[in-house]
């Protein structure tokens, strides 16, 4: 049974920063991507980025050159840090996993973030 954890979150003041990590019960590379989403109230969770086993990111456009994906193979963690925060980065943030064959998703239970202006 994969399980994903996340902390991190908290309240931050306008351009603070943040860092929110997950860690998997077992080996991230069983995983073939792992990636961070959000979901603010009263809209749809939305992709913020994801990262490959073989290091490769993708990043939404809201967050480019503010939010970078790391991994730690060695602690089964992944990292997200949050530079440059704003009001509109409010959401609650879930660590997901991804592997290909057969497909199939795990998701964390999510940490709260919010940005104060």
């Known amino acids: 049974q994969v399980q994903l954890v996340e902390s991190g979150g908290g309240l931050v003041q306008y351009g603070g920063s943040l860092r929110l990590s997950c860690v998997a019960s077992?080996?991230?590379?069983?995983?073939?991507?792992v990636g961070w989403y959000r979901q603010a109230p009263g809209k749809e969770r939305e992709l913020v980025g994801t990262?490959?086993?073989?290091?490769?990111?993708n990043y939404a456009d809201s967050v480019k050159g503010r939010f970078t994906i790391s991994r730690d193979n060695g602690k089964n963690m992944v990292s997200l840090q949050m530079n440059s925060l704003k009001p509109e980065d409010t959401a609650v943030y879930y660590c997901?996993?991804?592997?290909?064959?057969?497909?199939?998703?795990?998701w964390g239970q999510g940490t709260q973030v919010t940005v104060s202006s």
């Open positions: 077992g080996s991230i590379f069983s995983f073939n991507a």
């Open positions: 990262i490959t086993t073989g290091g490769s990111t």
């Open positions: 997901n996993a991804k592997r290909e064959l057969p497909l199939r998703y795990w």
